[in-house]
């Protein structure tokens, strides 16, 4: 069982930025990769960014050039976002992709005024 916590939200006015964390945690895991997904109210859950334990990344149109997803080697993935904007206002989600499956964690709020 794979164990993911998220942190690093927050309020922050727009063309600010936040780091958010993802830390996956669980016995003998092997992270293929991790997810950056967000759900903002009354919206479905959209794809944010992805990136691979091979350092492959894929991002959204609408946030490329400003959100870059990296990982370490201790199976924490982080999402840094910069030139934030109000439509990124959302609950973050960080995806965990194992050989035993995704796991989700929590969400971390992110809100940006204008």
């Known amino acids: 069982q794979v164990h993911v916590v998220e942190s690093g939200g927050g309020f922050v006015q727009a063309g600010g930025s936040l780091r958010l964390s993802c830390a996956a945690s669980g016995n003998k895991i092997s992270v293929g990769g991790m997810g950056w997904h967000r759900q903002a109210p009354g919206q479905q859950r959209e794809f944010v960014a992805l990136?691979?334990?091979?350092?492959?990344t894929n991002y959204r149109d609408s946030v490329k050039g400003r959100f870059t997803a990296s990982m370490d080697n201790a199976n924490t993935g982080y999402l840094q976002m910069n030139n934030l904007k109000p439509e990124d206002t959302a609950v973050y989600y960080c995806?965990?992709?194992?050989?035993?499956?995704?796991?989700w964690g929590q969400g971390t709020q992110v809100t940006v005024s204008s």
């Open positions: 995806r965990v992709l194992t050989t035993a499956g995704d796991s």
């Open positions: 990136i691979t334990s091979g350092g492959i």
